[in-house]
């Protein structure tokens, strides 16, 4: 099993930036692509980004909401695959939302979901 653990969300001005991390614990190796939806009031969940996990060169790939100010990657300086963060740069009021970190295996099935982070944009 895979549990997903994320952090980052809270209040920001339109503008403003955001910094979302999630990190995985359990069966890593079942982790073939890590995602990020969203999903703000009375709407259905969207995908954000999505990130490959397998290989060492990292593919991302971005919903038109995301291109140009959104960008997903993975690692840090001590783990060149984990967390999987989201920066979030000129973060407009309709980015409004609850962000969800999520895993898929090879089938692109989903094995987890995050418990979500809010998002909040307004001045």
């Known amino acids: 099993q895979v549990q997903l653990v994320e952090s980052g969300g809270g209040l920001v001005q339109p503008g403003g930036s955001l910094r979302l991390s999630c990190a995985p614990s359990?069966?890593?190796?079942?982790?073939?692509?890590m995602a990020w939806y969203r999903q703000a009031p009375g709407k259905q969940r969207e995908l954000v980004a999505s990130i490959n996990m397998r290989g060492d060169e990292a593919r991302a790939s971005y919903a038109e909401i995301a291109k140009g100010r959104f960008t997903i990657f993975r690692g840090n300086r001590m783990n060149n695959k984990y967390p999987v963060s989201l920066q979030m740069i000129f973060l407009k009021p309709e980015d409004t939302a609850t962000y969800y970190c999520?895993?898929?295996?090879?089938?692109?099935?989903?094995?987890?979901w995050g418990q979500g982070t809010q998002v909040t944009v307004s001045s």
């Open positions: 359990g069966n890593l190796y079942s982790i073939v692509t």
């Open positions: 999520n895993a898929q295996d090879d089938s692109g099935a989903t094995i987890a």
